[in-house]
Each structure stands twice: as structure tokens, then as C-alpha cells.
């Protein structure tokens, strides 16, 4: 074989490898692509969960801001008999109840008379999709029991899911 019968097969080759190098190419592209769109989905994700956990957090903040309030603004009369005393926090106590009827974040019943159940409502409202409606504080003053537990539902509404959020929190106020 002389030289220039080589050098036509080896450029018989390169054009038939020239094809190939360009496919290795675009699927390299390609590879590299799905790639920047998963860390891009991710990223994404990490946002979603971030908004939610912020909503959680002060869902919770409410909810442990109303027990203070009660637990702070109930009057605790001294001297008295330990009834009268009793009778006191209890009747203290309902002016924090609001809408005490319902579930799953569709409350009814009276509202909250307390002054700081005003402002508490209008703070509620900052959480996405929360109204009035959806918050709940219950009161459970059985003088049998003796416990005067308060049970505060927070609820709020994200715009990209249609089930409500809520956070529940208890706590007893003697």
C-alpha cells in the first residue's frame, strides 16, 4: 500500500468519525442540560419547603401568643375563696373563646370579646389565605375538671395547595 492509498482510508475514516464526535456532543449537551433543570427543580423545592416551614413557625407563634395573652389577662382575684377564685378565671377565660364550633378550618360561633383577640385575629390574617373564619379558640372551663384548658387552631391556605394548613396547640391556664 503506498502513501496515498493511505491516506484516502484514513480520511475515509475521519469523515465516518466525524458524525460520531457530533452526536457525543449533543448528548453531552444534553446530559449537561437535565442536569442545570434538576439543580433548577431542586432549588425550586427548597423554596417551597422554606415558605412553608415560615408559615408553620408563626402559626405557631400565634397560636403560643394567644395562651400568653389569657394566661396574662385573666383575672386572678385574691383573698377570696378558692371557688370564687376558680369562678373568676373561668368567666375570665371566656372572653377569649372565639367560634368554639366546627372543624377543619370551617369554625363557627361567637367571636372573641378580649381586646387582644382584635389585634391576634388581624395577625392571623398576614398568613396566605387566612380569614377570620378559619382560626379557632376553645375553651374547656369544666369547674368538675377543674382544668380550664385552651386549645387555639390556626389555619391558613397556600395558594398551590387547595387543603388548608393548620397548627393546633394547647395549653392550660390556672
Known amino acids: 500500500m503506498n502513501m496515498s492509498q493511505a491516506r484516502r482510508s484514513q ?5 465516518r468519525q466525524g458524525g ?45 401568643r394567644v395562651t400568653q395573652e389569657a394566661w396574662l389577662n385573666v383575672d386572678r382575684i385574691t383573698g377570696a375563696t378558692r371557688d370564687a377564685r376558680a369562678a373568676s378565671l373561668r368567666t375570665a377565660l371566656e372572653k377569649f373563646r372565639h367560634q ?38 376553645r375553651v374547656d372551663t369544666d369547674a368538675a375538671t377543674g382544668f380550664n384548658k385552651v386549645t387555639v387552631t390556626v389555619c391558613w391556605q397556600v395558594p398551590t395547595n387547595p387543603v388548608p394548613r393548620r397548627h393546633v396547640f394547647a395549653a392550660f391556664v390556672n
Open 11 to 15: 480520511g475515509r475514516r475521519s469523515r
Open 20 to 64: 460520531m464526535f457530533l452526536i457525543e456532543c449533543l448528548v453531552a449537551i444534553l446530559l449537561f442540560a437535565i442536569g442545570v433543570l434538576g439543580i433548577v427543580g431542586l432549588n425550586a423545592f427548597a423554596v417551597a419547603a422554606q415558605s412553608d416551614a415560615e408559615y408553620r413557625s408563626e402559626a405557631a407563634n400565634l397560636a403560643a
Open 100 to 137: 368554639p364550633s366546627g372543624d377543619d378550618c370551617a369554625f363557627s360561633g361567637g367571636a372573641a370579646t378580649a381586646a387582644a383577640m382584635t389585634d391576634w385575629l388581624a395577625d392571623a390574617r398576614r398568613l396566605p389565605g387566612a380569614t377570620a373564619a378559619m382560626q379557632q379558640v
